[in-house]
């Protein structure tokens, strides 16, 4: 194919050579052709020429609507880069605050109870003290209301430690006949002031488990069953299903909804009460516990109810072989009535918070005891080194100066010359107060602790 100059040239040959032999007109003829192509030819390049103008004045446009958009999408990136760094900083600085108020609760829950326990053992000197019908039904009532205070923070503080990670299980073989009589013995009166029943089925059947944290889910059922319960009772058993427990929790309650299952176990949810129930006087924390602590154990919580019927919750755990519990959280005796024999015993009590050491003061000096108080390890030696000799001993584990109440149980029974009988006192929820603690041969009794279990327990170390 020729290109446009050759395609010029070979006209021009043309024309040059025919020039001579054609006549004018056909001349003019082939001039007038040759004339309409080149002017097509200019017009068909200055067409594509003008399309080429136009196509280049469409690409800088679209360039420029490239680069606005471009950079409308970097100025739209750092703006959600800046928010998600301020969403990244205040959720920070909101698990930080969660966290700190967290460990706070988790780690003050011992300075907490401090003052509860203080004013529940005063209120129970007061009670003894009244002659006045009227008098003693209003100290009851204080006495309900700080028992109801006890069992609200204690909740809270049972969160916040299962949330604060803090609660370590300390898997042994725990004996059910045992948590089972100390329940019996800390829900009886409630039962009864209700008139309805309240069951434990005897067993020997032990489950590997934390006693501590499994007493705390049995106490939440157990306690969950007869506040909605009107009429009927409640039942307690276990029954063996080859390698497993299934701890069964059985009342005759008010019952829960099918759809509302799942919701029983978030915090503050209160199921519906009818009459004779006491559903309005819970947090709706309890079985919110329950589901922590039970995950916590891997132990699974299983549920079946029927509205105005009743439910039925079981705890599954897998058995161990009966085995005397590790813990004296639940040591119980027989016959708590039969613990009142106090009178003229010397007891040493080892307590550094002054509200508690008075209220306790008053309450042993009601029993009929001659009591001997010390803070410290200073005064315990000053005091038993004027020759007065204890007949058991009352310790807090915490003391001031990091000294420990072991520590005077230890220096007391040096002086003594003898393995003085002692019980340790303590709202410490850790494990360590308890091996220490049981190394030393000694009972161990959280706080807030009923009057009448460690006027039970004081007996029970003195007639040993």
Not at 4 to 17: N, Q, S
Not at 184 to 197: A, G, H, L, N, T
Not at 225 to 252: K, L, N, S
Not at 369 to 392: C, F, N, Q, Y
Request: charged residues 25%.
């Amino acid at each position: 194919m020729l290109n446009d100059a050759e395609d010029d040239r070979l006209i021009a040959a043309d024309i040059m050579g025919r020039t001579v032999r054609a006549p004018p007109q056909e001349i003019v003829q082939r001039l007038t052709r040759i004339n309409a192509a080149l002017v097509e030819r200019l017009e068909n390049r200055i067409d594509q020429q003008a399309s080429a103008y136009s196509l280049f004045q469409t690409a800088i446009g679209l360039e420029a609507q490239v680069r606005e958009r471009t950079a409308e999408l970097k100025r739209a990136l750092l703006e959600l880069e800046r928010s998600n760094v301020a969403l990244s900083s205040a959720k920070e600085a909101a698990e930080k605050a969660n966290s700190s108020k967290t460990r706070f609760l988790a780690a003050a829950g011992h300075d907490l109870l401090q003052p509860l326990y203080a004013a529940q053992l005063s209120m129970s000197t007061l009670l003894d003290m009244q002659a006045d019908p009227g008098a003693a039904k209003l100290c009851r009532q204080v006495d309900r209301a700080l028992v109801t205070i006890e069992a609200y923070l204690r909740s809270i503080l049972d969160i916040s430690k299962l949330d604060a990670g803090v609660v370590t299980p300390e898997f042994q073989s725990v004996a059910l006949s045992d948590m089972f009589q100390s329940l019996d013995s800390d829900f009886r009166p409630m039962v009864e002031r209700k008139k309805i029943k309240l069951r434990f089925r005897p067993t020997d059947m032990a489950v590997v488990s934390d006693p501590i944290l499994l007493r705390r889910v049995l106490q939440n059922l157990v306690s969950n069953a007869t506040r909605y319960t009107g009429e009927g009772g409640v039942f307690v058993g276990a029954r063996r299903r080859g390698a497993q427990a299934r701890i069964e929790v059985t009342d005759t309650g008010v019952g829960v909804a099918p759809q509302d299952i799942e919701r029983i176990f978030e915090e503050f949810h209160r199921a519906h009460h009818g009459a004779g129930a006491q559903g309005g006087e819970g947090l709706g924390l309890g079985l919110s516990i329950v589901r922590r602590m039970s995950q916590a154990l891997d132990h699974r919580v299983e549920v079946r109810s029927n509205p105005g019927r009743g439910s039925r919750f079981t705890v599954v755990a897998q058995l161990a072989e009966p085995d005397i519990p590790r813990s004296a959280d639940f040591v119980f005796v027989e016959n708590w009535a039969r613990a009142n024999d106090l009178s003229g015993r010397r007891i040493l009590l080892v307590e550094n918070d002054p509200d508690v050491m008075e209220a306790t003061r008053w309450l042993l000096a009601q029993w009929g005891a001659h009591v001997i108080t010390a803070p410290d390890l200073d005064t315990v030696r000053a005091r038993l080194g004027e020759g007065a000799s204890p007949d058991v001993i009352v310790a807090d584990y915490h003391l001031d100066r990091d000294e420990s109440g072991l520590q005077a149980i230890i220096l007391a029974r040096s002086i003594a010359q003898r393995d003085v009988p002692a019980v340790v006192v303590t709202a410490d929820q850790g494990s360590e107060a308890i091996d220490l603690s049981r190394a030393a041969g000694c009972e161990f009794m959280r706080k807030p602790v009923k009057p009448a279990q460690l006027r039970a327990v004081l007996t029970h170390l003195l007639q040993a």
